[in-house]
């Protein structure tokens, strides 16, 4: 059983940057991570994901381009550098491991889940 734990959330104006982390509780070279996030009131989604096999990475529209995915396998902690930060970026940002399954998105189809960090993203 991975445990994950997020940090690195906070509250920042827009434009702003913000890097968040998620250490494992064991190796995640040999995982499929990803980073989604949910606002009060909607529901997850998904905002990347970095297959571990190649190491590519995929990105929702909505942060193509600002947000990047990397990992440190031997600190078994992944990240996601976020810059450009917009107000529509708010919500709690969750870390999951081990995908299988036919979309990176969809948060069904991870096994493994931190239990968020907090960012907020003022005008």
């Known amino acids: 059983h991975v445990q994950l734990v997020e940090s690195g959330g906070g509250s920042v104006q827009a434009g702003g940057s913000l890097r968040l982390s998620c250490a494992a509780s064991?190796?995640?070279?040999?995982?499929?991570m990803g980073w989604f996030r949910q606002a009060p009131g909607k529901e997850r989604e998904g905002v990347a994901a970095?297959?571990?096999?190649?190491?590519?990475?995929y990105y929702a529209d909505s942060v193509r381009g600002r947000f990047t995915f990397s990992q440190d396998n031997a600190k078994n902690t992944v990240y996601l550098q976020m810059d450009s930060l917009k107000p529509e970026d708010t919500g709690m940002y969750f870390c999951?491991?081990?995908?299988?399954?036919?979309?990176?998105?969809?948060?069904?189809?991870?096994?493994?889940w931190g239990q968020g960090t907090q960012v907020t993203v003022s005008s």
């Open positions: 999951a491991a081990d995908f299988r399954g036919d979309s990176w998105s969809r948060p069904s189809n991870y096994r493994y």
């Open positions: 064991e190796y995640t070279g040999h995982y499929c």
């Open positions: 970095i297959y571990t096999n190649d190491g590519s990475t």
